[in-house]
């Protein structure tokens, strides 16, 4: 039992890859200058196509939800009555 805790500490040691890592292009300089500069748009949706698709996604869901709640409240407010 002893031994094969001793083996998985020594495999948990062991680096995940072995392959020289790449090196990451450090872009929080262009993010920045994107996001400060003024071009009249609100700020969620400076990141582009995926942040306008993300943000009519959002609001499509919140006004279904939202119509989806007064509805069941309405259900549960006045029941049908049953024959």
């Given at each position: ?14 680096s ?67 024959g």
């Amino acid at each position: 039992m002893f031994r094969h805790v001793l083996a998985f500490q020594q495999v948990a040691r062991r680096s995940v890859s072995t392959s020289a890592r790449q090196q990451v292009k450090n872009r929080v300089p262009e993010k920045q200058k994107l996001f400060q500069e003024d071009n009249g748009l609100p700020i969620h949706l400076k990141g582009g196509t995926a942040d306008v698709l993300l943000y009519r996604a959002t609001m499509t869901l919140t006004v279904f939800g939202v119509g989806f709640t007064l509805y069941q409240m309405w259900e549960a407010a006045f029941p049908q009555k049953r024959g």
